[in-house]
C-alpha cells in the first residue's frame, strides 16, 4: 500500500511529535522517510534480482541432486525475515511508507515493514557471509596458524562496520529506514540517523556465527558445525553429506533451518527487544 503523508502543523503536536508526518494509515513517521527516493530499487530491482539468484541455485541443487550450500544459505537467510519486525520495534527502525508495505498490529512489531525483506535478506546476509569468508581465507593463506575462527574474528569488527557503513548509512542517507529517537550516538544523514554503537554491536555477531558455522561452499562435502552440532552423521554412511539421500537432505535442511531461526532470536531479538523493554524506551513511531 501506499499514499502520501501529511504534514503536521505545530498547533497539533499531540497528534505527531515534531519533525513527524500524519500517514494515510493514521501513523505517525519521521518526516525524512516521507517522498525517500528511488525505492523502486528495494521494491523492484532487488526482489528481482534475489529472485533470479535463487531460480539459478535451484537449478543447481536440482542439477546436482542435493542441496548446495549457496541454497542452503539463501534460504535459510531468507526465513528469518519475519523476526525482523520484532527487533525494528526494540531498536526503534521506522522503515519509509513510500516501500510496499504491510503491517501487522501485534505488540512489539514495528509498521510499514517491506515486502521486499525476504528477498533482501536472502541477499544481504549471504554476501555478508560469504565476503567475510573470503577475507578469512585471505588471512589464512598469510597466517597458516590461524583457524578459521579466529580469522573470522580479526575481521569481524572492522568488516562489519564497513558494510553497516555501506548499508545502513546510506540507507538513512536515502530516507529508506531510520532509527528514530537512535539509541546512543548516532549520525544524521540527513533524511535518517545512522547509530554507531546500537544496534551496530549486535552485527558483529549473528552473521560472523553463521559463517563460521557453515564454513565455506567448497568444503560442503564434509559436514559442517551445524551439521555436526545436530549428530547428521548418524543419518550417513559415509562423511559426505552430498552424497546423503533426500529424506537426509530434507533433515538438513531443518537443522539448518533451525539454527538460523534460534540463532537469530537470541542474536537479535532478545537483546533489542529486552533493551527496549526493560529501559523503557520509547518512540512514538511504532
Given at each position: 500500500?501506499?499514499?502520501?503523508?501529511v504534514?503536521?502543523?505545530a498547533?497539533?503536536?499531540?497528534?505527531?511529535?515534531?519533525?513527524?508526518?500524519?500517514?494515510?494509515d493514521?501513523?505517525?513517521?519521521?518526516?525524512?522517510?516521507?517522498?525517500?527516493?528511488?525505492?523502486?530499487?528495494?521494491?523492484?530491482?532487488?526482489?528481482?534480482?534475489?529472485?533470479?539468484?535463487?531460480?539459478v541455485?535451484?537449478?543447481?541443487?536440482?542439477?546436482?541432486?542435493?542441496?548446495?550450500?549457496?541454497?542452503?544459505?539463501s534460504?535459510?537467510?531468507?526465513?528469518?525475515?519475519?523476526?525482523?519486525?520484532?527487533?525494528?520495534?526494540g531498536?526503534?527502525?521506522?522503515?519509509?511508507?513510500?516501500?510496499?508495505?504491510?503491517?501487522?498490529?501485534?505488540?512489539?512489531?514495528?509498521?510499514?515493514?517491506?515486502?521486499?525483506?525476504?528477498?533482501?535478506?536472502?541477499?544481504?546476509?549471504?554476501?555478508?557471509a560469504?565476503?567475510?569468508?573470503?577475507?578469512?581465507?585471505?588471512?589464512?593463506?598469510?597466517?597458516?596458524?590461524?583457524?578459521?575462527?579466529?580469522?573470522?574474528?580479526?575481521?569481524?569488527?572492522?568488516?562489519?562496520w564497513?558494510?553497516?557503513?555501506a548499508?545502513?548509512?546510506?540507507?538513512?542517507?536515502?530516507?529508506?529506514?531510520?532509527?528514530?529517537?537512535?539509541?546512543g550516538?548516532?549520525?544524521?544523514?540527513?533524511?535518517?540517523?545512522?547509530?554507531?554503537?546500537?544496534?551496530?554491536?549486535?552485527?558483529?555477531?549473528?552473521?560472523?556465527?553463521?559463517?563460521?558455522?557453515?564454513?565455506?561452499?567448497?568444503?560442503?562435502?564434509?559436514?559442517?558445525?551445524?551439521?555436526?552440532?545436530?549428530?547428521?552423521?548418524?543419518?550417513?554412511?559415509?562423511?559426505?553429506p552430498?552424497?546423503?539421500?533426500?529424506?537426509?537432505?530434507?533433515?538438513?535442511?531443518?537443522s539448518?533451518?533451525?539454527?538460523?531461526?534460534?540463532?537469530?532470536?537470541?542474536?537479535?531479538?532478545?537483546?533489542?527487544?529486552?533493551?527496549?523493554?526493560?529501559?523503557?524506551?520509547?518512540?512514538?513511531?511504532?
Amino acid at each position: 500500500m501506499r499514499g502520501m503523508g501529511v504534514l503536521i502543523p505545530a498547533g497539533v503536536a499531540d497528534i505527531c511529535p515534531q519533525g513527524g508526518v500524519l500517514w494515510t494509515d493514521g501513523r505517525c513517521v519521521p518526516e525524512g522517510l516521507v517522498g525517500a527516493p528511488a525505492t523502486w530499487v528495494l521494491d523492484v530491482a532487488i526482489p528481482v534480482f534475489a529472485a533470479v539468484m535463487v531460480a539459478v541455485m535451484v537449478r543447481d541443487a536440482i542439477r546436482k541432486r542435493r542441496l548446495t550450500w549457496w541454497l542452503l544459505l539463501s534460504v535459510c537467510s531468507a526465513m528469518c525475515w519475519w523476526l525482523e519486525t520484532f527487533g525494528d520495534w526494540g531498536q526503534h527502525l521506522s522503515y519509509s511508507p513510500e516501500f510496499r508495505h504491510y503491517t501487522l498490529d501485534w505488540v512489539g512489531t514495528a509498521p510499514h515493514n517491506p515486502y521486499w525483506m525476504p528477498l533482501m535478506y536472502a541477499v544481504y546476509w549471504v554476501a555478508h557471509a560469504w565476503a567475510i569468508l573470503r577475507l578469512a581465507q585471505y588471512i589464512q593463506r598469510r597466517r597458516p596458524s590461524l583457524s578459521l575462527g579466529k580469522a573470522i574474528m580479526v575481521l569481524t569488527i572492522p568488516v562489519t562496520w564497513v558494510w553497516n557503513l555501506a548499508i545502513e548509512g546510506y540507507a538513512a542517507y536515502m530516507g529508506w529506514w531510520t532509527y528514530e529517537p537512535p539509541i546512543g550516538p548516532f549520525l544524521d544523514m540527513g533524511r535518517g540517523n545512522w547509530p554507531l554503537l546500537w544496534p551496530m554491536l549486535l552485527m558483529f555477531t549473528w552473521i560472523n556465527l553463521i559463517a563460521w558455522m557453515v564454513g565455506p561452499p567448497e568444503d560442503e562435502n564434509q559436514l559442517n558445525r551445524i551439521e555436526r552440532l545436530f549428530r547428521l552423521d548418524r543419518l550417513l554412511s559415509s562423511p559426505d553429506p552430498t552424497s546423503g539421500s533426500w529424506r537426509f537432505q530434507l533433515v538438513r535442511f531443518l537443522s539448518w533451518t533451525a539454527f538460523f531461526q534460534v540463532s537469530f532470536a537470541a542474536c537479535f531479538l532478545v537483546p533489542l527487544m529486552g533493551v527496549r523493554a526493560v529501559t523503557g524506551w520509547d518512540t512514538p513511531y511504532s
